[in-house]
């Protein structure tokens, strides 16, 4: 009972990861997405110069003492 349970699982878990790795490379590839991939991509090394407004800080870093 064991080794059909263990060929079933082998078989048929190795034919779901192929169809979920070809379905995550047709999502990534597909033309509709390289927009938003690019933007994604780009927020990393966008410029923002002005400074965090308060609504913008963590609220653990709202209780932080600075000692100056």
């Not at 080794?3 to 990861?17: C, D, I, K, N, P």
């Not at 938003?36 to 090394?45: C, I, N, R």
């Not at 965090?52 to 709202?62: E, N, Q, R």
């Amino acid at each position: 009972m064991y080794e059909l349970l263990a060929s079933f699982a082998q078989t048929w878990g190795m034919l779901l990861f192929i169809t979920l790795f070809i379905a995550g490379g047709v999502y990534a590839l597909w033309p509709k997405n390289q927009a938003a991939f690019d933007e994604a991509a780009s927020l990393p090394l966008m410029d923002d110069d002005r400074p965090a407004a308060a609504d913008d800080v963590a609220p653990c870093d709202k209780d932080v003492k600075h000692h100056g």
